[in-house]
Structure formats: C-alpha cells, structure tokens
C-alpha cells in the first residue's frame, strides 16, 4: 500500500478473508497485516493503538451526526468483536428500543433466507424464476424453444415472465425483469440494474418452495436465530405501530417534514419492508459473517463480487443483498436502503469483526442524492480512514 495512496485518501476522507470465518479481533488483524516482513510489534503497543483508534472512531461518529447540518433521527449502533462500542439516538421518541423499516436492508435476509433454501435442497440458483412461479412450460411452448432457443428466449408471454431469468440474475440484479408479460428490461445477466420488483419476486419464490407466506418465513427464522426484533409487517405505519409500538413513525422531508405515509404491502417486504431495531439487525449481521446461517459454499456465493454497480461510493461490486468494496486491501460488506419515512445503512468489516448498523426514521428529500446520503456517506469515510491509519501506524512500529 503506498503512502501517496494513503495519504490522498485521508487527506480528503475519501472513501475475503475466507468464506464463513468470523472476523479477527481488531487489534489481531492489524497485527497480521504489520508483522508481514518480518517486523515485529509489541502486544501492548498494538492494543493501545486499536483502543485509540477505536475510540476516535466512536468520537468522530457521535461529532459527525451531532454537527450534521442534514436533520437527523435515528438509532446507530457500533460493534467490536460483537460487543457494542457506540450506542447512540437522536430524535423525538427515539430509544434503545426503537425499531424502524429497514428499507432495502431486508435484502439481506431475503437473500439469506434463499441460500438456506439452497442449502435445504429446495432450490437450484441456475433454474428459471418461471420453473419456481409457474411451473414448466407446456409441451407445445417447450418444444419451440427446442427449435430455436435463441430466438424464444426473449418472447413475450403475457402470463410469464422473460424465460431467460435465474435466481442468481434476481439475488445480483442483473435480471433486467420487468412487469409480468412485458418486455425484459435487457438480456439478462448483461448489465446491473437496482431492482425492488427482482427481491419481491424473491419472496414469491420463496412461498412456492417452502409453503409458506414470507411474513411467517421471517417470523420462523427470527426466532430460530434469536432476532427479537426481527419481524414483517404489513398494512400503513399507524396500524403496523398499533401492533408494534416500538416502530418509530416514519417521517418524510419535502416542503416540511411530515409524517410518511408509506403503506408495507406483501411485495414490500422482501424488497425493503421489513422491521428491525439495530441491535437486532446487527445481530443478524454478526451470526451472518460468523457462519451462524448458511454453509460455507451459500456464504462464498453471497460474498462473490459477481459485477459493478454505479453508486456514490467507487468501486463497488454486488453479490447477493451486499454490495463488496476491497479498496486499499480493507474487506468492506455493505448496504444502504431508502423507502418513505427511514433510511438506512449498514458496514461490515471482516478483517477486524467491526459492524456499523445505522437506522433512520426521516428520509431525505430526493432532489438531491448527495445530500441524503452525506451523513453515511462521512461515517463510512471516518471509518475507513481510520482502518487505514491504524494500519500505517503499526506498519511503521
């Protein structure tokens, strides 16, 4: 790593280990990296120098949401080694306690939830969306597209969607799926396109081979794993807060900021509408990365950076409900998510079993990106920037 690399990124604050292991405790991986060349360094000097590190990071993350000038409500929580580091709310009404819609990082569970199926046998990633909704095609259908298989593929069928789909396509976004019966987007697998209707097709996949409905798939699955705060929800916030008074009520900035009237549909929820306190989604995250959840292949298959994505950080790949960034060799798993009334984020850092989760109950006005996404986008850079001091500092012991 060049010193003129590190320093151009920590002058602006400029933004796999293997499959299935738990991250090393911080002061350990820094180690690793360091004693490479033969040097060695002291375990105090490496304890006092990741506590320090740490402990800027915490500092810089509370000065960073108290002096944003974006409004801010929500609940952050900062993990080491799984034991919380920053616990931090800011808002009317928000607590320890509070729980939020997750946005889009409920794909990562319904992606997780689709491995464990895998892993049951119950599912092949390279079989059609078609075979799993709807069956095979008839005898006449399928006979055709003996013929000419390239010239089928595409044909529109107003009952089914493009034939040429996969799993894989759906979990990484390269479907290009559209509505039922119209025209796919592009060739399959050909570019990335974000899409929300590919993870609730997702869910409907998963209904089909589990039978059962996705709400009771989450509830299963936070239960066997100890989410308690896990859970899907359907129908507008004032009701869902009815049932679930630690949701945090939605609010969405436009002229003023007001309270959002966002309704959670069964389509929603595999997409972006699910419900979580941080501690619980941390949790998740934690057992996720530590083998807890899928076997070591389904995890390789998640972690695989299958192709590039445009987003306001460079560099990043998509596997499956994560995007990968592997800048300046720091290992970093992430997504942010957006739906009316809550934002979120969440930051995962194999290397040294660092976690960031950060959930929001006031969405942006969307004129302009950058500004919604600027407080994450600053976490991110202070974290990040000081991984790469820390490992500078020990190089140079």
Do not use: C
């Not at 920590?10 to 690793?32: D, K, M, Q």
């Amino acid at each position: 790593m060049r010193l003129s690399v590190i320093g151009s990124l920590l002058s602006g604050l400029l933004l796999l280990p293997s499959a299935n292991s738990v991250g090393e405790p911080f002061e350990t991986a820094i180690v690793s990296k360091s004693a490479q060349g033969g040097q060695s360094v002291k375990l105090e000097s490496q304890t006092a120098s990741s506590e320090s590190k740490l402990g800027e990071i915490k500092s810089l993350i509370q000065a960073a949401i108290k002096d944003s000038p974006q409004p801010f409500s929500g609940s952050v929580i900062l993990l080491t080694e799984g034991k919380p580091l920053l616990e931090l709310q800011k808002g009317e009404g928000i607590n320890q306690d509070s729980r939020f819609v997750m946005a889009s990082l409920s794909k990562q569970i319904t992606a997780t939830l689709v491995l464990q199926a895998l892993d049951a046998g119950k599912l092949d990633l390279n079989q059609t969306l078609n075979h799993y909704l709807f069956g095979d095609l008839d005898a006449e259908s399928k006979a055709l597209k003996a013929i000419d298989a390239n010239a089928n593929a595409g044909a529109l069928n107003p009952n089914r969607y493009d034939e040429r789909i996969t799993l894989h396509q759906l979990l990484n976004h390269t479907s290009g799926v559209a509505s039922l019966g119209q025209p796919n987007r592009f060739v399959p697998s050909s570019q990335f396109e974000y899409s929300n209707l590919g993870y609730s097709l997702l869910g409907q996949v998963l209904e089909k081979v589990n039978h059962q409905s996705f709400t009771e798939q989450v509830a299963q699955f936070a239960a066997r794993y100890q989410l308690n705060g896990l859970s899907a929800e359907q129908g507008s916030l004032e009701a869902i807060q009815a049932k679930v008074p630690s949701l945090a009520v939605g609010l969405q900035e436009s002229e003023v900021i007001a309270p959002s009237e966002l309704v959670i549909d069964e389509a929603l929820l595999p997409a972006g509408g699910l419900i979580a306190s941080p501690a619980t989604y941390a949790a998740f995250q934690q057992q996720l990365h530590a083998g807890k959840l899928l076997s070591p292949e389904s995890y390789q298959r998640m972690t695989t950076a299958y192709i590039e994505l445009p987003f306001l950080w460079p560099n990043m790949r998509y596997g499956y409900g994560i995007r990968i960034n592997k800048d300046n060799d720091i290992v970093e798993y992430s997504h942010t998510g957006y739906v009316s009334g809550y934002m979120s984020m969440t930051l995962h850092y194999p290397e040294y079993n660092l976690d960031l989760v950060m959930l929001e109950n006031l969405s942006l006005n969307l004129n302009d990106r950058n500004r919604v996404f600027e407080l994450h986008n600053q976490i991110r850079q202070i974290i990040r920037s000081q991984l790469l001091l820390t490992t500078l500092s020990l190089h140079k012991v």
